[in-house]
């Protein structure tokens, strides 16, 4: 008896201590601070600032790091490039932070299942038509809703011999392409690719085993044992391959898919059906980085090959497409069941992705003013390439 009231005792305790740090989450959140939130740990949940990337375990902590100066940084740069009217409608838990569907996201997260999640994303307004094979299914066509157009934008600066070098790219949001100055933005080149969004679970994107299908257990199955001999699922935390940051259950995680094919960029790399996904945020910045190697590229090869340095800069081309950072999946259309092959060495993508990730801090450190919610990369002087520049309109879809 004695047992029980303590562990009611303890419940209660929890309870007030959620209902307290909901009720500091409302007041921190109507004085403007929209990027703070509570995030689980343990049996407890504490505040998490996702602008800094910084967890504040109390009230105390969390108002100390509001009036920090590493907040205080962030906070100037997020006001011209995340805190905007006509803002991302993404949380991912790493950069953008809308909470206007928490209670919509959770609550789906819970209920369906990944796949029928894929097959629920049918649009009203405008739709795509995408090839998908679910395991154990036969290919079949979708509708994804298109949700809103990112500008892909640069900035170029004249250097000391005259010319012209590219020292910064951009993605500004655009929505729906409705608003007010979008129309011009609108009439740049199309991508080739769009960016495909949805909440994360587990086992999203995942190939499935008939060992998981049937429910029995096996080494690479998602349940294990415990000393009493009880099976329980599995606790696994999977990272995103760009940052290294984990994935939150119902945030919005993406993939790449090929608008000319209508397939996921890793559908040419395996015929289980699984794709890769990443925060969106983390997506759209190796978006801008391929897109950097591709102009650059096109500028290189413009200007031939000349004495030592061209022929070594030619050697190490190896953009032509915008491609999955973990599989280099491009989305193509193969005959029967062959698989696109890897051009790229293991070594370099791991640099790639550093590079994004540097480049990413460096443009929250020294952003572009662009009147428009916003996020990019920021190159050092000696990575940067004489070039011109051209715009791209982006796609998102969900």
């Known amino acids: 008896m004695d047992r029980k009231n303590s562990t009611l005792k303890n419940a209660g305790a929890l309870n007030l201590r959620e209902v307290a740090a909901r009720a500091t989450l409302r007041s921190v959140r109507q004085q403007g601070h929209v990027y703070v939130e509570l995030r689980p740990v343990g049996k407890h949940s504490i505040f998490f600032c996702t602008l800094c990337l910084t967890p504040c375990f109390n009230e105390n902590v969390l108002y100390a790091h509001l009036k920090g100066n590493l907040h205080f940084r962030r906070l100037v740069s997020a006001k011209i490039t995340l805190l905007l009217p006509n803002p991302w409608p993404f949380n991912d838990g790493v950069l953008f932070f809308n909470n206007s569907r928490e209670d919509e996201v959770s609550s789906a997260a819970d209920s369906t299942s990944d796949h029928e999640r894929i097959r629920k994303c049918r649009g009203v307004r405008r739709n795509l038509s995408i090839s998908y094979t679910p395991p154990f299914e036969e290919n079949s066509n979708m509708e994804l809703k298109i949700i809103g157009y990112g500008h892909i934008g640069a900035k170029i600066h004249e250097d000391d011999e005259g010319g012209s070098k590219f020292s910064r790219i951009w993605c500004a949001w655009l929505g729906d392409g409705n608003s007010d100055g979008c129309d011009e933005s609108l009439q740049s080149p199309k991508c080739d690719f769009a960016i495909v969004n949805f909440p994360y679970t587990v086992n999203l994107g995942r190939k499935y085993s008939t060992d ?71 997506l759209i910045h190796w978006v801008l980085f391929c897109e950097f190697e591709l102009w650059a590229e096109r500028e290189m090869n413009a200007r031939g090959t000349r004495g030592r340095r061209g022929k070594a800069a030619t050697k190490n081309l190896q953009f032509s497409s915008i491609f999955c950072s973990e599989c280099y999946g491009t989305g193509i259309v193969l005959e029967g069941n062959d698989l696109e092959k890897l051009e790229l060495a293991l070594a370099e993508a791991r640099r790639y992705k550093v590079n994004v990730v540097n480049a990413q801090r460096a443009w929250m450190r020294s952003p572009e003013n662009l009147q428009k919610c916003s996020t990019g990369l920021c190159f050092r002087s000696e990575d940067t390439v004489k070039l011109q520049v051209h715009t791209t309109e982006f796609c998102f879809v969900f």
Request: some cysteine; glycine content about 8%.
């Open 212 to 282: 998981d299908e049937n429910g029995s257990p096996s080494p690479g199955s998602f349940f294990q044992t415990d000393e009493f001999g009880r099976r329980k699922k599995r606790k696994r935390k999977r990272k995103c391959d760009i940052c290294q940051q984990t994935f939150l259950p119902g945030r919005d995680a993406s993939t790449l898919l090929n608008l000319r094919t209508g397939r996921f960029a890793c559908t040419s790399r395996n015929n289980s059906g699984a794709f890769h996904v990443f925060h969106i945020s983390c």
